[in-house]
């Protein structure tokens, strides 16, 4: 049975939808191309660049059938990108009158009290999908570093940076390597002093694409991040992983993983409430 999957968010919510695709057999991802990429690395699913001209047209009435996607000959599609009523649904079921199909709303409008992955799963339920999520196999590498990723899309969810430094520190004090991953917020964010600093002091990383990210991810013995895509990534890759939580509600946003470890407060709070020796404890255990 072949499935196509269309989603379109940022590196946590796609990975989010890993377990999914770890269920489905010949599935197809369409989604933005270096996410679609990243997914047929690690899942082997056929990748599907969803920002092309074709698949655009898909929101728009009448649209034609997509060059690179085979709708006539899918069985089921599933949709992260729009709803049941809109241009793009009328257009999938009349190019593939075939197909079962379902919408998922990605992200809800009002608070949820579970995990965004259930949220998703019981909208699949509602429209007659009743999968078994499939969860990632743990990745041991006792050898590799602490790989650490200290940013995050929003300034709120980052750890303050001078305590990812002095977590560096301790590692370096009992031996344990340690590589840290940069990207374009921390470029955009941390000032020219504080770059040169780290670039003087620590092993830097900087991956050139989400490809590059997940190799650099995938050797850690550990991986420490805040609440973000790497983390969600991290989590997936079955690397033992310490997620730092703080203004969001783990309850609705933890990644999932087979070895997890999420440090958060009875309630949501500023990064700061979070002690540098509580991180170290929790990443040697």
Not at 48 to 61: E, M, N
Not at 160 to 188: C, D, Q, S, T
Not at 231 to 236: E, K, S
Not at 266 to 283: F, N
Request: hydrophobic residues 45%; contains cysteine; aromatic residues 6%.
């Amino acid at each position: 049975m072949s499935t196509i999957v269309f989603h379109h968010g940022a590196l946590g919510d796609s990975v989010l939808t890993w377990p999914l695709l770890r269920a489905l057999p010949a599935c197809t991802f369409v989604a933005p191309s270096g996410k679609a990429r990243l997914a047929a690395k690690y899942l082997g699913v056929t990748p599907i660049d969803i920002d092309t001209p074709d698949l655009s047209r898909l929101h728009a009435p009448d649209a034609p059938t997509p060059s690179r996607l085979r709708l006539s000959a899918s069985d089921q599609i599933i949709s992260f990108v729009a709803s049941a009523r809109d241009a793009w649904a009328t257009n999938i079921r009349r190019l593939a009158p075939q197909a079962r199909c379902a919408f998922v709303e990605p992200r809800p409008n009002h608070d949820l009290d579970h995990h965004l992955a259930e949220y998703h799963r019981r909208q699949l339920i509602e429209q007659g999908f009743d999968l078994t999520p499939a969860g990632a196999e743990p990745r041991i590498n006792p050898d590799g570093p602490v790989v650490i990723h200290p940013g995050s899309g929003g300034v709120d969810k980052c750890w303050p940076a001078e305590r990812f430094e002095r977590l560096i520190e301790h590692f370096n004090a009992i031996g344990r390597p340690v590589v840290v991953l940069l990207g374009e917020a921390e470029a955009e964010r941390w000032s020219g002093e504080t770059l040169e600093r780290w670039q003087r002091l620590h092993h830097l990383v900087w991956p050139r694409d989400l490809v590059a990210l997940g190799q650099a991810i995938a050797g850690a013995s550990v991986f420490i991040g805040n609440d973000s895509g790497p983390t969600h990534l991290a989590a997936q890759l079955g690397v033992p992983t310490v997620a730092l939580f703080g203004p969001t509600a783990p309850r609705v946003w933890s990644p999932i993983g087979p070895a997890v470890r999420v440090l958060a407060p009875p309630a949501p709070a500023e990064m700061t409430w979070l002690d540098v020796q509580s991180v170290a404890d929790a990443a040697s255990h």
